[in-house]
């Protein structure tokens, strides 16, 4: 089971780029790397998936270096609807013991 | 497209009485999930089913029970509620990743519960 580690909790101005890492020491060799984003009073949602280097969709892109023992979400130019928790996932597939939702970054974007 | 529909929303029971929350999803996924939230943590899987006619146990399967009716529904049931038991329950579902890969989970709104 590879366990993640993220900061508890950051704080950004509106119009920055916020960049989130997480660590997964053991990242096993199948394993994939997901974030999501949860809002209050809502159920998480995906927001990029990576194996290794870099993916970018409309949201965010997704760094992952060579050694693939850590990885950073960057989100560019927040805005205050981007507060919210994020969450860093690794696993192979998203059964059981392979998926497990840490507590999370908790963003927030003051004005 | 209404994607994961959970009902009910928010539910009060005493402690001892039985309830089931119903999950149903749209996506013609084959794999679902439930999944509880306590204040301030992460989601935990309490069971899920990779595909119709199975289900498994997750981090937290005491005190529940599940059925995947068809593809389509995942219900969760408590038999006899506990106060411990209070908590935010989601649902999700996804492709099954066996067969597609590592596929990303949707969820629904949460049932919020409270077990007096």
């Known amino acids: 089971l590879a366990k993640t580690t993220q900061p508890i909790s950051m704080d950004s101005y509106e119009g920055q780029e916020v960049n989130i890492t997480c660590s997964h020491n053991?990242?096993?060799?199948?394993?994939?790397i997901t974030w999501y984003q949860q809002f209050p009073s809502q159920g998480p949602r995906f927001i990029i998936q990576?194996?290794?280097t870099k993916v970018t969709n409309e949201v965010a892109s997704l760094f992952i270096p060579a050694d693939r023992k850590s990885s950073t979400l960057s989100l560019p130019r927040v805005s205050l609807s981007d507060t919210a928790v994020y969450y860093c996932?690794?696993?192979?597939?998203?059964?059981?013991?392979?998926?497990?939702f840490g507590p999370g970054t908790r963003l927030s974007v003051l004005p | 497209n209404a994607g994961v529909t959970q009902t009910p929303k928010f539910q009060v029971l005493k402690t001892g009485q039985s309830m089931t929350l119903q999950c149903a999803q749209d996506?013609?996924?084959?794999?679902m999930y439930w999944y509880r939230q306590d204040p301030g943590m992460g989601l935990r899987l309490i069971y899920y089913?990779?595909?119709?006619?199975?289900?498994d146990k997750g981090e937290v399967p005491n005190g529940y029970n599940v059925s995947r009716l068809n593809k389509r529904e995942f219900s969760l049931r408590l038999e006899s509620a506990a106060p411990s038991q209070t908590s935010v329950y989601f649902c999700?579902?996804?492709?099954?990743?066996?067969?597609?890969?590592?596929?990303?989970?949707?969820f629904g709104d949460g049932t919020r519960l409270s077990i007096l």
């Open positions: 996506m013609n996924h084959n794999s």
């Open positions: 089913s990779a595909s119709e006619g199975t289900t």
């Open positions: 999700a579902s996804s492709w099954d990743t066996r067969t597609f890969g590592n596929q990303p989970q949707h």
């Open positions: 990576g194996y290794k």
């Open positions: 996932l690794v696993g192979e597939n998203n059964y059981g013991q392979n998926f497990v």
């Open positions: 053991n990242i096993a060799t199948n394993d994939y």
